[in-house]
């Protein structure tokens, strides 16, 4: 026996549906889709959350609250991954895109206070926990906040 002797096994190719082709193709006079009326016909066919002409649910609740369309997205930092820096030196968000503790600098950076830190470093960024900000001053270092 060769490769084009081998016989794929019965049942393995299923005849694809072909709907619509009238009552000869084993499919009925409608192609499965029922009697006529909104289902039945091409596009969406009920809209999601639609309660058959009551008010829907969504619209019958009140507004609450405000989402920006521009929230601002600060990157989180850890004062535990600060520790990876050498004594006395200045951390700032390009040293921090350098060792990959960020993705971007264009976004701005908050430092938050999960961990302990050992080091007497000079931070540099955009926003400090204030916790954070007592244990980088507690360790030695010194924390400037970035316009």
């Known amino acids: 026996m060769q490769l ?9 190719h299923k005849r694809k549906k072909i709907v ?10 409608r192609s499965g889709k029922g009697q006529k009326g909104q289902t039945s016909r091409a596009g969406r066919a009920v809209m999601t959350a639609y309660e058959g002409g009551q ?3 969504l ?7 405000f989402n920006s369309k521009w929230p601002m997205e600060y990157q989180i930092v850890n004062i535990a991954s600060l ?3 050498d004594d006395g030196i200045t951390v700032n968000p390009e040293l921090l895109k350098n060792q990959k503790l960020i993705k971007t ?3 701005p950076v908050k430092i938050l206070s999960d961990g302990m830190i050992t080091k007497k470093l000079t931070v540099v960024a955009h ?8 244990a980088i001053t507690k360790a030695g270092g010194k924390v400037q906040v970035i316009g």
């Open 4 to 12: 084009h002797q081998i016989r794929s096994p019965f049942g393995s």
């Open 20 to 29: 619509g082709r009238g009552r000869g193709s084993g499919h009925g006079k």
């Open 55 to 57: 008010m829907r649910l």
């Open 59 to 65: 619209r019958r609740l009140p507004k609450v609250g």
């Open 83 to 85: 520790n990876c820096f």
């Open 105 to 107: 600098i264009r976004r």
């Open 127 to 134: 926003h400090f926990s204030k916790t954070a900000s007592e």
